[in-house]
């Protein structure tokens, strides 16, 4: 490949410019903070999370939180989310402030004040008026509204009237401040009391007011309290315009001019802060914010963004350092020192990427740039080498700074040494180099792409060889070089995994080490023997004292593309990747065990000034030492100075706290030693918080549910977890966090949680149902036997019945049937010669056959299955009535239903049913001497009705009684099958035979 000329970067395929440029956007697109001359701002707007845009007040928590004051109420900020705290009464908050025993105060505007303490907000002073006047405080003026008293309580500043403190949350007595203006109110760290407004400055000491005049000006504007002693007030006068230190005395200890029209009618101080290494911080109206260093002048922190033309209300400094700005309208800002600064070459375009950095031992760094050359950077600037100074070939893939000084480069067309100012070629590599390395006995190592010998070695005495690999058909890929504590040499080839230097050749050492994979990017020896090998894809390896063993994103690595090694000297190892630059402790990383907790890493992303969160680069250095406080690192479009000092102390070590346990969405109170919940909750969701407003990003959390959980489960960086359905009984959750300390830390105790069984799931439930069950059982078997012998019984009863009702044919036939055959068999033998007595002979055989016909039929009727319904019999009834009228020569009438219900019949039933019905018919046919009579039937409900009426002579009961048993036979055969009849009088004169007959039910 040719390098050196324009027209060769047009020969680069177009899918590798395209990619170049997507990737190089979308790292730049996940920048989320500004730069500002060494600082870094990260903001928080509503896409965030903050609730309201507006800050009007802010303070910092002794947990380390954040508390806001918005026109939307309170918020907590732990570094990571945002909280609106509830049970707070006052929406537009004026004024935020911690006293002495931890409690919150808080100002609103509508002029009442409240104190915050255990999740609980009660006011205090609403009966109090200041001067007369109730308490009233602007939505925001600069001015400071609250003090901590020395004592305890909290000194409240009114908008109009007089101060009024507070002690225990109430009043104190109006003597103690009476005619004192208004104003901004600030606390001393002695504990006194400094009340500022125009010209009048008073200091309350405890016990009484004192005034102090101050020479060379009047006080008109906010002041802050001094770290040791007194306070500091601007002051104005014809000299110009001061923060003015005042000790507990008034006097004036020091003055400091403000910035040039700063402080003026036009740009009034908004706020100040005195910083704990001694540097101000205060803002302007519309003008920014400006920062004076302990030994050096006001420089203006931001030029352009958000911060540039807004109103700053506030500026707090945190634990770590970090200062917070408050403002209208533009949300919450944080200014941090660098802890990442980048270096951009200013030749570089869409197509060029820093792909090596290197720190020389006079503290330059220098930084290759492919298809641009070499830069190197220091105090005077950058200064660029290339062709004029004998670089011959722009393509660059490496550069390296040896403890000599001297700077090596490698290229696509060789290796390139700079000396006395220009570069010279090392006449003994051909192709590609894009690795250097020099081992501590000051002899250096260059690694190449392709060609049967790719690695290089330069001993002490300047002279090269060229080591070959002992399989003479491999190509190598040579990605890093290294040596060990030992003094064996090992490479890192990409595409055919791990080699080792043995004499003159290089012999395959994955099988050795055990090392599956081939996708090697960078290779490392530390001085406890143990080497470190970065993938591209497969993660971390460490082989030591014979074992092998993997780190990935599963234990804790923010990435699984280790593309450079470095160590810091402090005892930790750095990472550049895919997701930025990295370290941890070397020690943590040796001594890690699948399964414990995972590791903990220092993180620098684009926020704490990273250029790109993907770092670049493809061979050795793309990370290295510079100095003896930072790292230089390949990031894309520049070089990374990173300092790991500055990234360690950033984290808090904070304490890991349970906020609040959620049953189905309704917080449970977390005052209690035990929560309570009925097991009818769906979902449980625990809360909790670490709070690190500087290293949130770098805490990981850690959960367990006890009895339920049998290990510790990783929660990364969720700040919630959720159980469903949890059975009854008593849960322990314990939760720990770690952070940019490297330390796991739990929870200071449990949350002990008691589920409630239902009452099905009550320890006397199940013996209950086993006690139900067996009653239940008992009474079914009880049920059972008592049926199998009341069907015993019915089957018996129904023999019974089958017994009586052949016994009822075996006498019908042997009374009726026997009787007239044996009266016409007399009838017949007897002999006459009277022709007139056989006439009636044979008249009499004639009638006894014709009514053994109708016996023999209506046993047939009785006996046949198809006849046990309802219709059958009414049918049946009417046939004989009929037959029976006819042959007497009386009219017949049927009044029937036309529609009958199929009501079965049992033949019993039927029987003395048809029984009774017909001797009705036959006393009404011999005694009653009637022209016609009526068969009425109906049916009403579950009843049947019949009635057999006549329009005879009438009714006598002792003529009925005296001429038969008829009126007996047919109330015995009513009764038999439960009903009854009524005779009496018709209406016609005749008399009537009603019968009431129930129904017989369905089966």
């Known amino acids: ?61 002794p947990d380390g939180c954040l508390w806001l004051g918005t026109p939307s109420g309170v918020v907590r900020f732990d570094g990571a989310r945002f909280k609106r705290m509830d049970g707070i009464p006052e929406r537009e908050i004026a004024g935020l402030a911690f006293d002495r025993d931890g409690a919150l105060w808080i100002a609103g505007k509508s002029g009442r004040a409240f104190v915050y303490r255990n999740g609980k907000a009660g006011e205090v002073g609403g009966s109090v008026k200041a001067g007369g006047n109730p308490l009233s405080f602007p939505a925001w003026t600069g001015h400071s509204l609250l003090a901590p008293c020395a004592s305890g309580g909290m000194w409240v500043w009114a908008e109009r009237g007089d101060p009024v403190a507070f002690r225990a949350d109430r009043p104190m007595d109006r003597d103690d401040w009476r005619g004192v203006a208004e104003g901004s109110v600030v606390a001393e760290a002695s504990g006194s009391v400094w009340a500022l407004r125009g010209n009048d400055l008073r200091r309350y000491d405890g016990e009484r007011w004192f005034s102090h005049a101050i020479p060379g000006g009047a006080l008109y504007e906010p002041a802050c309290a001094d770290p040791e002693n007194g306070i500091w007030a601007i002051a104005s006068g014809e000299g110009g315009r001061w923060l003015c230190h005042l000790s507990s005395e008034g006097a004036v200890v020091r003055r400091l001019s403000l910035p040039e029209g700063v402080g003026s009618e036009a740009k009034p101080v908004s706020s100040v802060l005195r910083d704990r290494i001694g540097g101000f911080w205060l803002s ?24 540039r033309r807004c109103v700053v209300t506030s500026l707090l400094e945190d634990r770590q350092g970090a200062v917070w700005v408050g403002t209208l309208g533009e949300g919450l800002h944080r200014i941090s020192p660098h802890v990442a600064e980048m270096i951009t070459p200013p030749g570089m375009d869409d197509r060029a990427v820093v792909i090596g950095v290197s720190g020389d031992p006079a503290g330059r760094l220098w930084i290759g740039v492919t298809d641009d050359g070499i830069y190197c950077h220091d105090s005077d600037g950058l200064r660029r080498y290339g062709e004029a100074e004998g670089l011959a070939c722009r393509a660059v893939h490496a550069v390296f700074a040896d403890r000599g000084g001297r700077i090596w480069t490698g290229t696509s067309e060789g290796a390139f040494l700079l000396e006395s100012g220009r570069f010279e070629r090392v006449d003994v590599a051909a192709g590609e180099v894009v690795t250097f390395y020099e081992d501590r006995e000051g002899e250096m190592w260059m690694g190449g792409q392709g060609g049967t010998g790719a690695l290089w070695h330069r001993d002490g005495g300047g002279v090269w060889r060229m080591l070959r690999p002992s399989e003479e058909t491999v190509v190598l890929d040579i990605r890093g070089i290294t040596r060990d504590s030992a003094g064996t040499v090992w490479v890192a080839a990409f595409g055919t995994g791990v080699w080792r230097v043995e004499g003159d050749s290089l012999v395959a050492a994955n099988s050795l080490l055990g090392m599956a994979r081939s996708d090697l990017r960078s290779v490392h020896a530390d001085a406890q023997g143990g080497l470190w090998l970065g993938t591209l894809y497969g993660g971390l390896w460490h082989w030591h004292g014979g074992l092998l063993s993997r780190l990935s994103r599963a234990d804790g690595l923010p990435d699984d593309s280790i593309l450079g090694i470095a160590d810091d000297g402090r005892g930790s190892l750095w990472f550049s990747s895919s997701n930025g630059v990295f370290g941890c402790a070397r020690d943590s990383l040796a001594g890690y065990l699948p399964g414990g907790p995972p590791l903990l890493c220092w993180r620098v992303m684009p926020d704490d000034g990273l250029g790109n969160r993907g770092c670049s680069g493809g061979g050795q250095p793309v990370i290295s030492r510079l100095g003896n406080d930072a790292l230089c690192v390949a990031n894309m479009i520049g070089a990374a100075i990173v300092r ?8 808090t070590g904070a304490e890991v706290r349970v906020e609040s346990v959620l049953a189905d969405g309704i917080p449970l109170e977390t005052g209690t030693p035990v929560l309570t919940a009925p097991a009818s909750v769906r979902r449980f969701e625990f809360e909790f918080t670490a709070p690190d407003l500087g290293g949130a990003r770098n805490q990981r959390f850690r959960h367990r549910l006890e009895p339920l959980d049998r290990e510790w489960l990783d929660a990364g960086a969720e700040r919630s977890v959720s159980y469903s359905r949890l059975a009854p009984g008593v849960y322990q959750f314990r939760v720990m966090v770690g952070g940019a300390d490297g330390v796991w830390r739990e929870s200071a105790g449990p949350v002990v949680l008691r589920v409630t069984p239902r009452f099905w799931q009550t320890r006397w439930f199940a013996p209950a149902v086993v006690a139900t069950a067996v009653s239940l059982i008992g009474l079914w078997g009880v049920w059972w036997t008592r049926s199998r012998m009341r069907r015993r019984v019915e089957r018996l009863e129904m023999g019974h019945a089958i017994e009586r009702e052949r016994a009822r044919i075996a006498r019908d036939i042997h009374d009726d049937l026997g009787t007239s055959l ?19 002979r044979l008249r009499r055989i004639g009638g006894r056959a014709r009514t053994m016909i109708q016996t023999l039929d209506e046993i047939v009727w009785a006996v046949g299955p198809a006849n046990d319904n309802l219709p059958k019999l009414v049918d049946y009834l009417c046939t004989v009535s009929e037959e029976l009228c006819e042959s007497a020569g009386v009219r017949c009438w049927h009044e029937v239903p036309v529609d009958l219900p199929m009501v079965p019949l049992a033949v019993d039933y039927r029987h003395q049913v048809f029984l009774a019905v017909k001797e009705a018919i036959n006393n009404a046919l011999k005694h009653a001497i009637a022209s016609e009579i009526w068969l009425k039937l109906e049916v009403s409900g579950d009843h049947l009705h019949i009635a057999v009426e006549d329009d005879g002579i009438g009714f006598s009961r002792d003529g009925v009684a005296a001429s038969g048993n008829g009126l007996t036979n047919m109330r015995a055969r009513a009764s038999a099958v439960g009903g009854r009849v009524e005779i009496g009088p018709a209406s016609g004169g005749g008399v009537i035979v009603a019968f009431d007959l129930p129904l017989p039910s369905p089966p």
């Open 644 to 651: 790991p000092g500055g990234v360690v102390r950033r984290g």
């Open 1 to 61: 490949m040719r390098c050196g000329s324009g027209d060769d970067r047009l020969r680069t395929p177009w899918w590798k410019r395209w990619s170049r440029h997507l990737v190089a956007g979308w790292l730049l697109a996940s920048v989320s903070a500004v730069s500002a001359d060494g600082w870094q701002i990260r903001g928080w707007h509503l896409e965030e999370g903050l609730p309201d845009g507006t800050i009007t007040t802010m303070a910092l928590g």
């Open 284 to 307: 302007d109206w519309w003008g920014g914010i400006w920062h004076n260093s302990p030994d050096g002048g006001w420089e203006q922190i931001v030029h352009e963004g958000p911060l």
């Open 822 to 840: 044996t009266e016409i068999l007399m009838v017949s033998e007897t002999e006459s010669c009277d022709p007139e007595a056989d006439r009636m």
